[in-house]
């Protein structure tokens, strides 16, 4: 981009500063706006997480699961549980599973109409990201009506669900579905296409396929460089190879492919397919099955470890169990997609401008809880 | 206008009990007062126009004076007063490695450069504190001082983040004072005067007659104008030096209290100055659009600040829809778009004139 | 060439289309708007009319309760919670399933069930407390619920329980007095018998 | 001379069905009774794979156990073939046990190889098994091949030393600092080997099952105490 000359600066975008996306620190080398080197620091969130899990029995890691990407904690609890019920070879009966696809896919709505606002607000633009949170708060009434809680659920358990769907559930969010729909489209024009936001993303931190698979960069960043990967396909897990929907690939449409604006584009086309998957999911929701039923009294897997991963909308959340047979987990370790998303900013990002380093890291969508675990 | 007509009518009055030197500080301070009144009232005005605006376009509502303790008001009408308050009281911290005179002088010669440049402002057919015949080209000269002073408090308070504010609002405001500069010579060749007061009168006779419709070139010099205008005032989509999303808040990062409001006062005094000079060269100042109807010279004040107020309002919403733009995106549409453009227009315009020598 | 004029036009366009989207949500605030006036207009608890039988079964999240009448002292919900923040101190009660009344300790409990402890100290420390819910579920007697939602006859909602000092945040919900009441009545046991 | 053949086999088939097997036992010709009794399993799994689907699923995931049980056995053979004895202990079916000497060429060979073309390190697990026996696990996953492996690397307490694989997979970059500031574990070659989510003068290995908090960090006391609780 620029050519580095004179004498450089370091500045700290520190821990506290408006486009970090929670507690990060990136130490940035800069001469005038020309940014040559970022180092992100992490560690500010950490809460030992892995050190929690191997002091709590298996049901109480669940609450701790939903701490970690606190924008999408029914997919983290839908990891991990589909991990267990892997590890101890659990059938849950299908009511279970199309509930728990219904929840997964709301929460990846609200998490990436979350992901792409701040994603917006970090370019200036204010009104969309205020726009997007109205919806947000639809979908987290939905959830409050389903298990009383708005952010951290701890709603899917090892073998079912902890509350059953209330009676008002389907027509709740049949009306959201129906008033959602045009309201992605408005985004699109709103934000999307508008020249500025075109003008600040195109072109802009381009990053190639192949330095995205080496770096493990995974989900709609993966997917923005046009490697067409989506666990629900290619690894699947649950139900979902019953509903039929395409995962959107970036294409460059208008920069090269695998800048910011595609990863933009993989969000908003992954909001429309969700809510297809929601769709087809609630037509197909058998109406018996207990939601208890699988639900076994003691959890104490046998001797084994196991490593499932699960599509979150940050990308690949994989859980590696330990277990030695007792009701406390050995170890737990958690693969969180924004760790390695946030280990390519220094690739992508070195050369460009101050507001767009910020704007390359808004594109990539990370969240720190789950960063620093 | 009105300097030397309350000379001349303090004069007569006083002029047995004092000399003619204090009647003439007098007569000055009289209508300082008003216009800093009249500034804190526009001020308080617009603070709340734009908290109301920008909570409509968000699906909000804005403040609207519920809630225990201190009411704001029946719609929220004393919020624009309570953040008055608020600033006023605040405590003014001073980082203690700031340069502490540059430090204190910023905020008040923003202030001034603002403030000054009212002083030509037509805001009746009488009603103008001082009825210069360089008007224009006054208000232009002193709108060049909010520069200096962007750069102090960005040099001043010692802040990595500040010092990218204030370098970035240099290089935007002196840029974009080019083609505004430009784009207002179409106004002087039509109108052949740089007095205000003429250049309204140039104007008189309904809405056909106004500047922007004189001839075809003549709205995209008011465009290039107002753009220009709103990159000089740092508003989005060129809010560059106080960008808060990247420079947590540009030149404004250490200041706080009563500093940090006048910086606040003197942004939305920029914004009024800078419409009211699109009004007066553009919309016909305090002409009515219909000629004859409220055409009385007390009309003329509710003219002008309605056609000043609309488009402080269009200001204020650009602001709440575009993001903002990256700095040399900035240059490259001041230098390669505006410039020419404000070029190719002063050409038209000549062209336009002789052919159909209006 | 061809570029520069498009690019003009193209910005042009999208943003006169940006804005009137905003003009449009300007005129239309008035019937969408979302912002909830707080201390008048509380946040609307939805009412939980649940599917399945148990219409007492409690989903809402907010401050946890405790009925001391009902609570058998099994230490389940200590064990359940994952942040440790319920203790419980339990003593063997004199005679099986009989109230004290010096104590006003109830021997049965709602379920019917003889209570063998008298439960001395049941704290819940709030501030510690992740809203899991996790404690609900094993409570045999179902005596530790949260405050609100289908029980809201009982208890109605309340997560406006902030306080300005934070051990305030510990709710003791054992009966006043149990403790000593209980050493003294063993006291006596010994001194009679 | 074969379709009588045929008919025989489908006859003997429908016969055991009911249950009375010596018509298909007292066929002479060898190979139509193995044939016979080869139709008679088919049937008879066809059959049970009709009644309920939910044990064709058992079958399916059956077949992958399997599936995947043969493929780390071969790439076991292979890998003993290419680097001799970098096999650690005995077979197993789930994971690869290597000795941490030449990892770093395996891992540039696992990933080099075109049949076998590992390009993603899926994740970096550390482990203390206890006794002062550390062990690094990675999990494999070829993007095009669709094929998973997982390698574990054992080795002790006092010299926890394995090869970095940063060069080979650049994610391994901060997996392997997150696992070197949670277990110890140094990589021998990683670019900038230091903690990654605790401050840099941490001391100890958290992750560690004989770990000790510090009592004061720079003067903090670590652990929390509250007061009214005890």
Redesign the interface.
């Known amino acids: 981009m620029g050519v580095v000359h004179g004498q450089e600066?370091v500045?700290n975008i520190g821990p506290q500063?408006?486009?970090t996306h929670g507690v990060l620190r990136l130490q940035v080398k800069t001469d005038g706006?020309i940014i040559s080197e970022i180092t992100p620091y992490?560690?500010y969130l950490?809460r030992?997480f892995?050190?929690h899990c191997?002091n709590?029995t298996y049901?109480?890691?669940?609450?701790?699961t939903?701490?970690c990407d606190y924008l999408a904690s029914m997919t983290m609890n839908f990891g991990y549980v589909v991990a267990m019920e892997q590890l101890m070879e659990i059938?849950v009966n299908d009511r279970v599973e199309y509930i728990r696809v219904i929840m997964a896919e709301l929460q990846r709505i609200a998490s990436h109409l979350l992901g792409i606002g701040a994603f917006?607000?970090?370019?200036?633009?204010?009104?969309p990201f205020?726009?997007m949170l109205?919806d947000r708060?639809r979908i987290l009434?939905i959830f409050?009506?389903?298990?009383?809680?708005r952010l951290?659920y701890?709603y899917m358990w090892v073998g079912g669900l902890?509350?059953?769907?209330?009676?008002?559930f389907v027509e709740a969010t049949l009306n959201f579905l129906d008033y959602f729909e045009p309201k992605v489209d408005?985004f699109e024009?709103?934000?999307g296409?508008?020249?500025?936001?075109?003008?600040?993303t195109a072109d802009i931190g381009i990053m190639p396929a192949e330095?995205a698979?080496?770096?493990?960069v995974t989900g709609p960043n993966l997917r923005g460089s046009g490697?067409k990967?989506d666990l629900r396909i290619?690894?699947p897990y649950s139900i979902y190879d019953r509903f039929d929907f395409n995962v959107p690939v970036g294409k460059g449409m208008k920069g090269t492919v695998g800048d910011c604006w595609d990863r933009f584009y993989v969000r908003i086309h992954e909001i429309r397919e969700s809510i297809k998957i929601v769709r087809q999911a609630i037509d197909q929701l058998p109406k018996e099955g207990d939601v208890h039923q699988a639900m076994p009294k003691k959890i104490r897997p046998p001797k084994?470890?196991i490593?499932r991963?699960t599509e979150s909308p940050r990308g690949?959340l994989?859980y590696?169990i330990?277990s030695d047979g007792s009701d406390t987990p050995y170890?737990v370790?958690m693969?969180s997609p924004a760790?390695?998303a946030l280990?390519v900013l220094n690739?992508i990002g070195a050369g460009w401008?101050?507001?767009?380093v910020?704007g390359i890291l808004g594109s990539l969508d990370i969240v720190l809880g789950e960063i620093?675990? | 206008m009105t300097v030397d007509f309350l000379f001349d009518f303090l004069s007569e009055l006083l002029s047995d009990l004092i000399g003619s030197g204090p009647v003439l500080i007098i007569s000055m301070l009289i209508p300082c007062l008003m216009l800093f009144g009249f500034i804190t009232i526009y001020a308080l005005i617009v603070i709340y126009a734009e908290l109301k605006v920008s909570s409509f376009?968000?699906?909000?509502v804005g403040p609207m004076g519920q809630g225990v303790g201190l009411h704001a008001g029946k719609w929220g009408l004393l919020q624009p007063i309570a953040d008055a308050l608020k600033l006023l009281l605040k405590e003014d911290i001073i980082p203690s490695s700031a340069d502490r005179p540059l430090f204190i002088l910023a905020p008040f010669m923003i202030f001034i450069g603002a403030f000054i440049s009212f002083v030509a402002l037509p805001f009746g057919e009488s009603i103008i504190v001082a009825d210069l015949n360089i008007g224009l080209f006054y208000i232009l000269g002193v709108g060049s001082i909010a520069v200096l002073s962007l750069i102090l408090a960005g040099w001043s308070s010692n802040n990595?983040w500040s010092l990218?504010g204030g370098m970035r609002s240099a290089a935007q405001i002196v840029s974009y004072e080019i083609p505004a500069g430009l784009s207002l010579i179409v106004v002087i060749m039509l109108a052949g005067t740089l007095n205000m007061q003429d250049i309204i009168r140039y104007q008189m006779g309904g809405m056909f007659s106004w500047i922007l419709f004189d001839n075809p070139f003549v709205p995209i010099a008011f465009v290039v104008y107002f753009i220009s205008a709103i990159a000089e005032t740092n508003r989005?989509?060129f809010?560059?030096p106080e960008?808060?999303?990247?420079l947590?808040a540009g030149f404004a990062t250490e200041y706080s209290g009563m500093r940090y409001a006048f910086f606040f006062l003197s942004e939305y005094a920029n914004m009024f100055v800078v419409s009211a000079v699109a009004a007066a060269c553009f919309l016909g100042g305090w002409h009515s659009p219909i000629s004859g109807f409220m055409d009385s010279p007390a009309w003329g004040v509710f003219w002008m600040i309605s056609k000043t107020f609309f488009l402080i309002f269009i200001m204020i919403w650009l602001r709440?829809?575009?993001?903002?733009?990256?700095?040399?995106?900035l240059m490259n549409v001041c230098w390669k778009v505006f410039l020419p453009v404000a070029l190719i227009n002063i050409f038209g315009v000549a062209i336009w004139t002789v052919v159909f020598n209006q | 060439m061809k570029r520069y004029f498009t690019?003009i036009f193209?910005?042009i366009s999208?943003?006169l289309?940006?804005m009137g989207?905003?003009l449009v949500?300007l005129f239309r605030a008035r019937n969408d708007n979302?912002t909830l006036q707080y201390p008048e207009e509380k946040w609307p608890r939805?009412e939980?009319?649940?599917?399945?039988d148990h219409s007492n079964y409690n989903?809402?999240?907010s401050r946890l309760h405790v009925d001391m009448d009902d609570c058998i002292g099994c230490l389940k919900c200590e064990r359940?919670?994952?942040?440790d923040c319920i203790k419980i101190v339990t003593e063997k009660a004199p005679a099986r399933g009989e109230d004290i009344k010096a104590i006003k300790h109830k021997g049965i409990t709602a379920k019917g069930t003889r209570k063998a402890l008298v439960v001395t100290r049941f704290d819940i420390d709030m501030s510690e407390c992740?809203?899991?819910?996790?404690c609900v579920?094993p409570c045999p007697e179902e005596c530790i619920y949260?405050t609100g939602?289908p029980n809201a006859k009982k208890h109605p909602i309340d997560y406006e329980f902030s306080e300005p000092d934070r051990s305030d945040l510990i709710y003791r919900f054992a009966k006043k007095g149990t403790k000593d009441g209980l050493e003294k009545i063993n006291a006596e046991q010994e001194t009679g018998a | 001379m074969s379709e009588d053949k045929e008919k025989i086999i489908s006859e003997a088939v429908e016969k055991a069905l009911q249950g009375d097997m010596d018509t298909i036992n007292n066929i002479e010709d060898r190979v139509t009774r193995s044939k016979a009794k080869a139709a008679l399993v088919k049937a008879k799994r066809a059959k049970v794979v009709s009644d309920e689907d939910?044990t064709k699923e058992d079958n399916a995931s059956e077949s992958k156990v399997e599936e995947k049980i043969n493929f780390n056995q071969t790439l076991c053979k292979k890998i003993s073939e290419k680097f001799s004895d970098s096999i650690d202990g005995d077979q197993n079916n789930?994971w690869i046990q290597l000795k941490p000497e030449n990892w770093l060429k395996i891992a540039k060979w696992l990933k080099s190889d075109e049949e076998l073309f590992f390009?993603?390190?899926?994740?970096n697990?550390?482990?203390?098994l206890g006794e002062g026996v550390l062990e690094s696990?990675y999990?494999l996953h070829s993007?095009k091949h669709?094929h998973k492996v997982?390698i574990r690397i054992k080795v002790s307490a006092e010299k926890p030393d394995i090869p970095s694989v940063e060069q080979v997979?650049?994610?391994a970059?901060?997996?392997e600092r997150e696992t070197y500031d949670?277990f110890g574990i140094n990589f021998i070659g990683h670019r900038d080997l230091r903690?990654?989510?605790?401050?840099d003068d941490w001391e100890g290995w958290?992750?560690r099952k004989d770990y000790e908090e510090q009592e004061t960090y720079h003067g903090i006391i670590v652990p929390k105490v509250k007061e009214g609780w005890e």
């Open positions: 600066m500045l500063h408006p486009a706006e992490m560690g950490h030992c892995e050190k191997e709590v049901e109480q890691v669940i609450p701790f939903d701490r059938k917006g607000l970090d370019l200036g633009a204010f009104t205020l726009h109205r708060e009434d409050e009506m389903t298990c009383g809680a951290l701890n902890s509350h059953d769907l209330p009676t008002g408005e024009n709103l934000l296409h508008n020249k500025i936001f075109v003008e600040r330095v698979i080496s770096y493990g490697v990967w290619d690894d084994g470890s490593y991963r690949d994989g590696y330990e170890r370790k693969r760790f390695t280990s690739e401008l101050m507001s767009d910020l620093d675990r | 376009i968000q699906d909000k990595k990218y989005t989509p809010d560059l960008s808060e999303s990247e947590v709440w829809t575009l993001p903002r733009l990256r700095v040399d995106q | 690019d193209e910005s999208s943003i289309g940006g989207i905003t949500h979302v939805p939980r009319n649940i599917g399945f989903v809402i999240r359940a919670c994952p942040v992740c809203y899991c819910n996790l579920y949260m939602g | 939910s789930d390009d993603s390190l899926q994740c697990t550390g482990m203390d696990r999990n993007m669709l997982e997979w650049r994610v970059d901060w997996f949670m903690r990654i989510l605790l401050p958290p992750l």
